[in-house]
């Protein structure tokens, strides 16, 4: 046994002998109030060379005022722990102690035989006493008011740890404050709060009261724990110095107000805070004008430069609303029945107001009463004008844009016709000839009847013989016309009278010959016979080039010229209007003469009717004339003056001076060959009457029923028809031929522009 020489003796006090272990290690301790908290890690077991020569059975911890204990005996057994490192990693509390007082420790750890290991090393001593909670954060002391500074702080975190272990809790802090230095204690000053809920004045702070404006307040703070431990860290200190709070923004409107007739109150921006002002003076308005409200602070508060609250005055309006201003009816339309009418004036608008007729010509205004006023018309005079009604801005409204009534003053007649594009020839009738039957064309120098024989410009197409140069002429009275295209729809106006979108009929148009406008044109009633006039009971003079007809008819007087383009639509647009068809054929007779040969003129002279057939019936080649006019799809094709055509198109002159065969005019557009389908109307100024064919599907009995001829090198354009019998003649059909050659079935007709 030599080996266990080498190992300690049991000691201790009364132990049995034998081999003892080791000290504790790893001591450490914590102390709170009334409590000591101690940790160690047991000795292990004495193991040599594989045997266990003492093993370990537990440990006495002991504890002894005023000195270390000398024996496991000396003092209060505070712990015998048989559990080997329970507290190695957790603590184990000695309590019931006295805060302040020194405690002497001894571990005292034993064998399983009872050998106890007696060693300084196993000492140590702890002091029980009170912790205080941590220090406040956030802290801030600012005026509040008069005589009031609000503080503002954190509370300390709720417990104070220790390893682990909670050795203080918060229970308040203590707000004390005093004028010339810090509190050293709750003691030291008056103290102002005493809070208990945690963090409660960290957002919102608390306010302390009846405090001296401009008087420094030294503030201090202390967390107090459960335990009543005081934290009196100089940390834990600010100053704040009282005073009434500057509100720096006057109040001001915000947004608009507009007079609605109503009581209004003012919106206020966000410098306006009923918590601290009080709103007085006009704070309600009605009309529009400016108002002023008044602003006075409360008690805590003044306005920037102010010492004491005082009230600031401040400006709000109530603007005026926008006139408005009503016209009923806002158009007026007089005529034949009806030659005077009134309108009414109504609307949001104060000032005063005027009523004046735009052209007193046309119209006058005169008041009946209240706002109420008569427009009368002035000499049936046909045009259009307005009323203008102007108002000023008055006390509530400001001035509302003029208006003005339209005066359509209609002592003129319009009359229409409309054609849906489709394959039928048949227009439908509108405006003032919507109601009207067909006209009655004479049949075998019978008599006839239409609608249009009192109308003008119809009733003035009469003959005359005024002119011995010219011989037997057509007269056709100036009349007003309309196109209008809309899809496929053609729809053509005629009027007795100038109106507003309307133009001036072709033939009497301004020809930019210095002439203006005319009156009245003159057409040759027959085809030039020999001499180049109008003649009856004589042959038609062909086997002219157009330029020879219009050089030679021109010989006959200084305002007598070839037919041309425009005279030929002026008579289209009177047929269509009249007889609402396309197809002059079928409504007043085939004509291209009886025999299937060329006769002399006259043939129509013995017709009682300005309108009709020689024939036995309209389907019966015969003889025709249109409005006394003889032969505008019978015997011979009229050089059609005024047009030529080329690889560009249709091109147009209306200056007869300018009459030319290949040169100048104007292009309207490029027609299609062929049985006209579709029809467009020129839109080039001036010459908004032309129209022409876009398209060629139709036939001698569809569409427009009259075939339109182009080709680029032929010119000269004629119209018509001639002797030989077919139904692709009619008002309306044109061919071309060369500018060089004639013909024995092209003749001419004159004109007369005076």
Same mark, same amino acid.
């Given at each position: 046994?030599?080996?266990? =020489? ?59 005022? =005023? ?220 009309n529009a004008k400016t108002y002023v409200a008044t602003f006075t602070p409360d008690d805590d508060h003044v306005f920037a430069g102010e010492t004491a609250p005082k009230a600031k005055n401040v400006s709000w309006v109530i603007g005026k609303a926008t006139g408005t201003l009503t016209l009923t009816p806002a158009s007026l339309v007089l005529d034949k029945t009806t030659t005077s009418a009134t309108f009414a004036i109504s609307g949001d608008f104060d000032g005063s107001y005027t009523v004046t007729s735009m052209d007193t010509s046309i119209a006058t205004v005169v008041l009946v009463s209240g706002k109420t006023y008569r427009v009368s018309s002035v000499n049936s005079t046909t045009g259009t004008t307005s009323i203008k ?366």
């Amino acid at each position: 046994m030599p080996i266990l =020489g080498n190992f300690p003796a049991g000691g201790g006090g009364g132990g049995t002998g034998g081999l003892a272990l080791a000290a504790v290690t790893n001591i450490a301790t914590v102390t709170a109030h009334e409590k000591v908290y101690v940790s160690w890690t047991d000795p292990n077991d004495l193991v040599v060379a594989g045997s266990t020569l003492a093993a370990w059975g537990g440990t006495l911890l002991v504890r002894k005022a =005023g000195s270390a204990p000398v024996s496991r005996r000396d003092g209060t057994v505070v712990l015998d722990s048989k559990t080997r490192n329970q507290y190695s990693t957790t603590y184990f509390c000695d309590s019931g102690l006295t805060d302040g007082v020194t405690y002497y420790y001894k571990f005292f750890p034993y064998t399983t035989s009872s050998t106890y290991t007696d060693s300084t090393d196993d000492e140590f001593t702890a002091t029980p006493a009170a912790v205080a909670p941590g220090n406040v954060s956030g802290m801030s002391a600012v005026a509040a008011g008069n005589g009031k500074i609000t503080v503002q702080w954190g509370d300390p975190a709720a417990t104070v740890v220790t390893d682990g272990i909670t050795v203080s809790t918060w229970a308040s802090t203590q707000v004390v404050y005093k004028a010339g230095s810090y509190p050293t204690d709750p003691s030291d000053g008056t103290l102002a709060l005493n809070s208990t809920t945690r963090n409660q004045y960290a957002t919102n702070g608390f306010t302390i009261t009846g405090l001296t404006n401009g008087t420094t307040y030294y503030i201090a703070f202390f967390p107090t724990s459960t335990d009543g431990a005081v934290n009196t860290d100089t940390a834990n200190r600010v100053t704040g110095v009282p005073n009434r709070l500057v509100i720096n923004d006057i109040p001001a409107q915000s947004g608009t107000l507009t007079y609605n007739k109503s009581p209004q109150n003012p919106v206020w921006d966000s410098a306006y805070n009923p918590a601290i002002m009080t709103l007085g003076g006009e704070t309600v308005g009605t009309n529009a004008k400016t108002y002023v409200a008044t602003f006075t602070p409360d008690d805590d508060h003044v306005f920037a430069g102010e010492t004491a609250p005082k009230a600031k005055n401040v400006s709000w309006v109530i603007g005026k609303a926008t006139g408005t201003l009503t016209l009923t009816p806002a158009s007026l339309v007089l005529d034949k029945t009806t030659t005077s009418a009134t309108f009414a004036i109504s609307g949001d608008f104060d000032g005063s107001y005027t009523v004046t007729s735009m052209d007193t010509s046309i119209a006058t205004v005169v008041l009946v009463s209240g706002k109420t006023y008569r427009v009368s018309s002035v000499n049936s005079t046909t045009g259009t004008t307005s009323i203008k009604v102007s108002c000023s801005g008055g006390s509530n409204y400001t001035a509302p844009a003029d208006k003005s009534v339209s005066v359509t003053a209609k002592f003129v007649t319009i009359y229409g016709v409309s054609w849906d594009g489709s394959s039928t020839t048949k227009w439908s009738r509108t405006d003032a000839s919507a109601s009207f039957t067909d006209p009655v064309p004479a049949v075998s120098n019978g008599n006839g009847s239409s609608p249009f024989d009192s109308l003008q410009p119809w009733a003035g197409m009469v003959k005359d013989t005024s002119d011995s140069a010219a011989g037997v002429l057509v007269k056709i009275p100036k009349f007003w016309y309309k196109w209008t295209k809309s899809g496929n729809t053609l729809k053509l106006q005629i009027a007795d009278g100038q109106v507003d979108g309307f133009n001036v009929s072709p033939a009497h148009a301004n020809r930019g010959d210095g002439k203006g406008e005319r009156d009245f044109v003159y057409v040759g009633r027959y085809h030039c016979a020999s001499g180049y006039k109008s003649t009856t009971g004589a042959a038609q003079q062909v086997n002219i080039t157009r330029s020879t007809a219009r050089s030679s008819i021109h010989n006959l007087g200084a305002t007598i010229w070839q037919f041309d383009y425009a005279m030929r639509v002026t008579i289209q647009m009177l047929y269509l209007v009249e007889f609402a068809d396309w197809n002059s054929q079928a409504k007043i007779g085939y004509g291209c003469s009886a025999g299937g040969s060329k006769e002399n003129n006259g043939k129509t002279d013995a017709m009682q009717y300005h309108t009709g057939t020689t024939a036995a019936n309209r389907t019966t080649y015969g003889y025709t004339q249109y409005r006394n006019i003889e032969g505008l799809w019978d015997n011979v094709y009229d050089w059609m003056d005024g047009c030529y055509y080329n690889g560009n198109g249709m091109n147009i002159i209306m200056n007869p001076a300018n009459f030319s065969d290949s040169s100048g005019g104007t292009l309207i557009g490029k027609p299609s060959s062929g049985w006209p389908s579709a029809i467009a109307v020129a839109t080039a100024s001036g010459l908004e009457w032309a129209i022409y064919p876009t398209a060629a599907s139709g036939s001698g009995s569809t569409y427009v029923a009259d075939y339109w001829d182009y080709v680029a090198s032929y010119p000269c354009l004629r119209c018509g028809g001639y002797y030989n019998q077919y139904q692709d003649r009619g008002l309306f059909c044109v061919g071309y031929y060369n500018a060089s050659s004639t013909y024995a079935n092209i003749g001419c007709r004159l004109q007369k522009l005076p």
